[in-house]
T-cell receptor
Framework: GQQLNQSPQSMFIQEGEDVSMNCTSSSIFNTWLWYKQDPGEGPVLLIALYKAGELTSNGRLTAQFGITRKDSFLNISASIPSDVGIYFCAGSSNTGKLIFGQGTTLQVKP | NAGVTQTPKFRILKIGQSMTLQCTQDMNHNYMYWYRQDPGMGLKLIYYSVGAGITDKGEVPNGYNVSRSTTEDFPLRLELAAPSQTSVYFC??????????????FGPGTRLTVT
């Protein structure tokens, strides 16, 4: 079946640093989404991408839909302690269903 | 507007017991989903529904059943609970296609332990 590989698995950074994470797929996706999950909570949608090459921002977060349609990237600028959590990518190839990556755990040291 | 609500938040079951996880959304979304999340893993789709009376299997449906009698409610039934069903269960909903169906809104989850 379709799989998403998300990297890195975890990151431990200093407050104020920029963060980059990515997601790759073995097949083409038509939609990419990025979610954040706080401990004990459900995932919350951060950014949705619908076109190859699309670059979309949400505050300090920027995500890109890769031109090959097999990858996506999420950047967080000037990280703050509340950025701590698990970041998930998710994609769909118009099946109506989402495939989720295994998540990137972000820890921020004040 | 509460969004997606799930009950209970926590539950411990003995092997072989049954239970129903409740999910309700007040956003008038047609699409609803059940996922499970195992430690260190992403979410895996169990069942989904595109409207009242219509349900379909996801990636990991074995051991579960669903029904959708109203737009608002989408309960997940576990029959004969097994330790492999120990997980965190999330319900989600989204608007009707085309694009907006992928923007799923999640509930807070139910943490289930089967011993």
């Amino acid at each position: 079946g379709q799989q998403l590989n998300q990297s890195p698995q975890s990151m431990f950074i200093q407050e104020g640093e920029d963060v980059s994470m990515n997601c790759t797929s073995s097949s083409i996706f038509n939609t990419w989404l990025w979610y954040k999950q706080d401990p004990g909570e459900g995932p919350v949608l951060l950014i949705a991408l619908y076109k190859a090459g699309e670059l979309t921002s949400n505050g300090r977060l920027t995500a890109q839909f890769g031109i090959t349609r097999k990858d996506s990237f999420l950047n967080i600028s000037a990280s703050i302690p509340s950025d701590v959590g698990i970041y998930f990518c998710a994609g769909s190839s118009n099946t109506g269903k989402l495939i989720f990556g295994q998540g990137t755990t972000l820890q921020v040291k004040p | 507007n509460a969004g997606v609500t799930q009950t209970p938040k926590f539950r411990i079951l003995k092997i072989g017991q049954s239970m129903t996880l409740q999910c309700t959304q007040d956003m008038n979304h047609n699409y609803m989903y059940w996922y499970r999340q195992d430690p260190g893993m992403g979410l895996k789709l169990i069942y989904y529904s595109v409207g009242a009376g219509i349900t379909d299997k996801g990636e990991v449906p074995n051991g579960y059943n669903v029904s959708r009698s109203t737009t608002e409610d989408f309960p997940l039934r576990l029959e004969l609970a097994a330790p492999s069903q120990t997980s965190v269960y999330f319900c989600a909903s989204s608007r009707t296609r085309p694009q907006l169906a992928y923007e799923q809104y999640f509930g807070p989850g139910t943490r289930l332990t089967v011993t």
